[in-house]
T-cell receptor
Framework: KQEVTQIPAALSVPEGENLVLNCSFTDSAIYNLQWFRQDPGKGLTSLLLIQSSQREQTSGRLNASLDKSSGRSTLYIAASQPGDSATYLCAVKGLYSGGGADGLTFGKGTHLIIQP | EAGVVQSPRYKIIEKKQPVAFWCNPISGHNTLYWYLQNLGQGPELLIRYENEEAVDDSQLPKDRFSAERLKGVDSTLKIQPAELGDSAVYLC???????????FGPGTRLTVL
């Protein structure tokens, strides 16, 4: 069964710093990987989607990389801002269906606080 | 373009009462998901629909939970009877196909007293 781990569980940094959030998964048989942010009491906002054949994706100040063979992904946030404060979730879509594997398998998230 | 719509946003009920959640996916999205999110955890899949067909409901506790997606558009998730442990956020998501990017609604926060 796929397991997704996110490190660190929480992170607090001053505004302006560049930072890296880590995600690891146990089964490399994935179709894609998605990064989300979740604000308190809100749903999930999709940030980046990386297909298994891709190495990275970029959107504005965000860059996500994928190393499928080692079961790792990182989310890089450049020049962090207080508005980036949220919980960031990593999720993988497995190659195989059924048995609850048809959706995304999520990590527990990294709770990020950017200090003004 | 409208996103995934869910209602109600909040629901407080007493245990043993029934409750229902409604989801309207993004127009044109064939795949619809229901996820359960407990506090401090990532969402976990309950059921996936392809159009009106439930293709993976293995994680849905069928003794008390049921779901339907009539006409392959809107979906309803029901719990009857609710238990204290059902208190959580219920998220609906949709995607063009099961292999495309998933988009989530704001969720329904259920509190069972």
């Amino acid at each position: 069964k796929q397991e997704v781990t996110q490190i660190p569980a929480a992170l607090s940094v001053p505004e302006g710093e560049n930072l890296v959030l880590n995600c690891s998964f146990t089964d490399s048989a994935i179709y894609n990987l998605q990064w989300f942010r979740q604000d308190p009491g809100k749903g999930l906002t999709s940030l980046l989607l990386i297909q298994s054949s891709q190495r990275e994706q970029t959107s504005g100040r965000l860059n996500a990389s994928l190393d499928k063979s080692s079961g790792r992904s990182t989310l890089y946030i450049a020049a962090s801002q207080p508005g980036d404060s949220a919980t960031y979730l990593c999720a993988v879509k497995g190659l195989y269906s059924g048995g609850g594997a048809d959706g995304l398998t999520f990590g527990k998230g990294t709770h990020l606080i950017i200090q003004p | 373009e409208a996103g995934v719509v869910q209602s109600p946003r909040y629901k407080i009920i007493e245990k043993k009462q029934p409750v229902a959640f409604w989801c309207n996916p993004i127009s044109g999205h064939n795949t619809l998901y229901w996820y359960l999110q407990n506090l401090g955890q990532g969402p976990e899949l309950l059921i996936r629909y392809e159009n009106e067909e439930a293709v993976d409901d293995s994680q849905l506790p069928k003794d008390r939970f049921s779901a339907e997606r009539l006409k392959g558009v809107d979906s309803t998730l029901k719990i009857q009877p609710a238990e204290l442990g059902d208190s959580a956020v219920y998220l609906c998501a949709s995607s063009l196909t099961s292999y495309n990017e998933q988009f989530f609604g704001p969720g329904t926060r259920l509190t069972v007293l």
